[in-house]
């Protein structure tokens, strides 16, 4: 519990940080431009929307800045791997990448509705100065502008001038237009009902973000909101001429106010990240210019495609994923996958479950449908990018780690399985002792791919004296009444008569609060990496069993959950 606690606290800390600063930079820019006297004419007009405006405006800047980054993969990938700062709790917040870039994009939603409602507000106040109902000084500010010599503060030269034609001809209102679409298409595309009905939509509108960049940058140059120059301010007290409107350029101390736009600055705030982020990109095109060669296809049951490539000088630590492009089924296009071999192998390979358009799309170029296989020399070429780390190259970090996937999220366990054979096979120390791995699937043939490195892995423990380092649990919950039966007949037998293996398959879904209680009673003073890779509903099951089981003394065990996300 005590650890749980660390790592929930470390989370909460980062987004009291993240909230910190904005709300800090909010009310420091909202009470400068309350206060400031080059804005004071400018207030007479807006009023305190003006400092809405502003203030929003810098806070989305903030935001803009900072939204690049999480989903900068190189990035987090060496920070995982060679920062000595991110250990322990600290480099578990890594994995929460996404979950921070949503934040920040809730923030620049939030920030941007207001800084749009401040400038509707604002043209409202702007145009309404201009009417035969404005007088005093309200009046006299929004006619300067007319005179020869004289600068203008409102940019709503007439009353009978229409608002939103103004607007539309002018580059903040241009690029303003284009930021709020292009913010409402990625905003909207991003929900969990679109990824899952179609992936393609969101990752190609998710790609606006490029004009929503550009038009970000720009967006200021239009200077519209402006306030009193130095030099003015120098020759016009606003204090007291502000009172003595009527004498302005008659009397000494007053000449006429001189005005001009705010320099842009949002630029300043995205230049780094942007620039960062486009070296990303780079490094991807580079890598996709390297050659892969793919040295075997195999087409499993449960629409599962088994691919095996080569690249030159590409190493990968277990767990890792790469990007791969397959430019005859799209040239813009990059989906994540787990590898599933293992670094001592001399291949790598991904196994991708036919699950969506782009990967329907893969598996029938690569013949997976037809009736023989395609001769390797024949099959489209593929661009893969990576290898990037997750969460789960951490499981040999921990004495003891408990693997759960469901259904394809096994893929990311493959590696690791692999990887433990390997190394058991050439008698290599290591600090976990001890893997406990579940894996909850709904069709049967989905074993049989995975069987496989199961059974090898087991004959190898056995045969090392170590039948004791691997202990799994395979759950089917899917079965027709033919199935029952069969399973019903064979029960007796000594392999399992689904998987081919010792340990008997399990029929239903685990109970998650037996097996934690009895691995805290069997590993008391450990703590113990669990890694899971499956639905979200599932995490959040696992979550509260790790939480609920870590003891609150130190000295006792103590759960630590990580959760695979790309």
Same mark, same amino acid.
């Given at each position: 519990?005590?650890?749980?606690?660390?790592?929930?606290?470390?989370?909460?800390?980062?987004?009291?940080?993240?909230?910190?600063?904005?709300?800090?930079?909010?009310?420091?820019?909202?009470?400068?431009?309350?206060?400031?006297?080059?804005?004071?004419?400018?207030?007479?007009?807006?009023?305190?929307?003006?400092?809405?405006?502003?203030?929003?405006?810098?806070? *989305?800047?903030?935001?803009?800045?900072?939204?690049? =980054?999480? !989903? &900068?993969?190189? +990035? @987090?990938?060496? #920070?995982?791997?060679?920062?000595?700062?991110?250990?322990?709790?600290?480099?578990?917040?890594?994995?929460?990448?996404?979950?921070?870039?949503?934040?920040?994009?809730?923030?620049?939603?939030?920030?941007?509705?207001?800084?749009?409602?401040?400038?509707?507000?604002?043209?409202?106040?702007?145009?309404?100065?201009?009417?035969?109902?404005?007088?005093?000084?309200?009046?006299?500010?929004?006619?300067?502008?007319?005179?020869?010599?004289?600068?203008?503060?409102?940019?709503?030269?007439?009353?009978?001038?229409?608002?939103?034609?103004?607007? *539309?001809?002018?580059?903040?209102?241009?690029?303003? =237009?284009? !930021? &709020?679409?292009? +913010? @409402?298409?990625? #905003?909207?595309?991003?929900?969990?009902?679109?990824?899952?009905?179609?992936?393609?939509?969101?990752?190609?509108?998710?790609?606006?973000?490029?004009?929503?960049?550009?038009?970000?940058?720009?967006?200021?140059?239009?200077?519209?909101?402006?306030?009193?120059?130095?030099?003015?301010?120098?020759?016009?007290?606003?204090?007291f001429c502000r009172d003595h409107y009527a004498q302005w350029q008659?009397?000494?101390?007053?000449?006429?106010?001189?005005?001009?736009?705010?320099?842009?600055?949002?630029?300043?705030?995205?230049?780094?990240?942007?620039? *960062?982020?486009?070296?990303?990109?780079?490094?991807?095109?580079?890598?996709?210019?390297?050659?892969?060669?793919?040295?075997?296809?195999?087409?499993?049951?449960?629409?599962?495609?088994?691919?095996?490539?080569?690249?030159?000088?590409?190493?990968?630590?277990?767990?890792?994923?790469?990007?791969?492009?397959?430019?005859?089924?799209?040239?813009?296009?990059?989906?994540?996958?787990?590898?599933?071999?293992?670094?001592?192998?001399?291949?790598?390979?991904?196994?991708?479950?036919?699950?969506?358009?782009?990967?329907?799309?893969?598996?029938?170029?690569?013949?997976?449908?037809?009736?023989?296989?395609?001769?390797?020399?024949?099959?489209?070429?593929l661009a893969v990018d990576g290898p990037f780390g997750t969460a789960?190259?951490?499981?040999?970090?921990?004495?003891?780690?408990?693997?759960?996937?469901?259904?394809?999220?096994?893929?990311?366990?493959?590696?690791?399985?692999?990887?433990?054979?390997?190394?058991?096979?050439?008698?290599?120390?290591?600090?976990?002792?001890?893997?406990?791995?579940?894996?909850?699937?709904?069709?049967?043939?989905?074993?049989?791919?995975?069987?496989?490195?199961?059974?090898?892995?087991?004959?190898?423990?056995?045969?090392?004296?170590?039948?004791?380092?691997?202990?799994?649990?395979?759950?089917?919950?899917?079965?027709?009444?033919?199935?029952?039966?069969?399973?019903?007949?064979?029960?007796?037998?000594?392999?399992?008569?689904?998987?081919?293996?010792?340990?008997?398959?399990?029929?239903?879904?685990?109970?998650?609060?037996?097996?934690?209680?009895?691995?805290?009673?069997?590993?008391?003073?450990?703590?113990?990496?669990?890694?899971?890779?499956?639905?979200?509903?599932?995490?959040?099951?696992?979550?509260?069993?790790?939480?609920?089981?870590?003891?609150?003394?130190?000295?006792?065990?103590?759960?630590?959950?990580?959760?695979?996300?790309?």
């Amino acid at each position: 519990m005590g650890c749980w606690i660390l790592n929930e606290s470390l989370s909460i800390i980062l987004v009291l940080s993240w909230l910190g600063v904005n709300l800090y930079l909010f009310i420091d820019t909202f009470c400068w431009y309350e206060e400031e006297e080059s804005f004071l004419y400018t207030r007479v007009i807006l009023g305190s929307t003006l400092a809405w405006a502003r203030a929003s405006a810098v806070c *989305l800047n903030f935001n803009c800045m900072l939204i690049l =980054l999480p !989903i &900068s993969r190189n +990035l @987090i990938s060496f #920070m995982r791997g060679t920062s000595t700062c991110c250990r322990g709790p600290w480099r578990r917040q890594l994995d929460k990448n996404l979950k921070f870039h949503k934040l920040v994009a809730y923030g620049i939603a939030v920030n941007a509705t207001i800084h749009i409602v401040a400038h509707l507000c604002n043209l409202q106040r702007f145009h309404w100065s201009q009417s035969a109902h404005a007088e005093g000084l309200l009046a006299v500010l929004s006619k300067l502008g007319n005179a020869p010599n004289e600068s203008y503060l409102n940019p709503i030269r007439t009353f009978h001038t229409n608002t939103i034609t103004e607007l *539309l001809t002018t580059i903040a209102g241009v690029t303003g =237009l284009i !930021i &709020s679409l292009a +913010l @409402i298409l990625i #905003m909207t595309s991003s929900t969990e009902f679109i990824r899952q009905v179609s992936y393609e939509l969101f990752w190609y509108t998710h790609h606006v973000f490029i004009i929503f960049f550009i038009s970000l940058a720009i967006h200021g140059a239009g200077r519209i909101v402006r306030g009193q120059t130095p030099e003015s301010q120098l020759r016009h007290n606003v204090t007291f001429c502000r009172d003595h409107y009527a004498q302005w350029q008659k009397a000494a101390p007053c000449p006429m106010p001189q005005f001009s736009g705010k320099e842009p600055s949002a630029w300043k705030w995205v230049l780094g990240p942007v620039v *960062l982020y486009a070296c990303e990109r780079i490094i991807r095109f580079w890598r996709f210019q390297q050659e892969v060669v793919i040295t075997k296809v195999v087409s499993h049951p449960s629409r599962v495609l088994e691919l095996h490539m080569k690249k030159r000088n590409f190493k990968m630590a277990p767990g890792q994923y790469v990007l791969i492009q397959c430019p005859s089924v799209s040239r813009l296009e990059w989906h994540p996958f787990t590898l599933t071999s293992a670094p001592q192998e001399n291949f790598f390979s991904v196994h991708i479950r036919a699950a969506g358009d782009w990967t329907e799309a893969l598996c029938k170029a690569f013949g997976t449908e037809g009736p023989a296989s395609q001769e390797l020399w024949s099959l489209p070429r593929l661009a893969v990018d990576g290898p990037f780390g997750t969460a789960l190259t951490d499981v040999f970090h921990y004495p003891v780690s408990v693997c759960i996937a469901a259904g394809i999220g096994v893929t990311p366990f493959a590696s690791l399985l692999k990887s433990i054979w390997y190394k058991c096979e050439s008698q290599t120390q290591l600090k976990l002792s001890k893997v406990y791995f579940y894996w909850i699937c709904r069709d049967p043939k989905a074993f049989e791919w995975f069987a496989d490195l199961l059974l090898s892995l087991e004959t190898l423990m056995s045969e090392r004296g170590k039948a004791h380092f691997l202990s799994y649990h395979i759950f089917l919950t899917g079965w027709d009444e033919n199935q029952a039966v069969h399973i019903a007949l064979h029960w007796d037998e000594s392999t399992d008569v689904i998987t081919g293996l010792k340990q008997k398959t399990f029929y239903g879904r685990p109970n998650w609060s037996n097996e934690f209680r009895q691995m805290a009673y069997a590993h008391p003073s450990s703590s113990i990496g669990v890694f899971f890779c499956g639905p979200k509903a599932l995490s959040k099951t696992l979550q509260r069993m790790c939480r609920l089981y870590s003891s609150a003394d130190p000295r006792g065990v103590h759960f630590y959950y990580n959760k695979e996300s790309f």
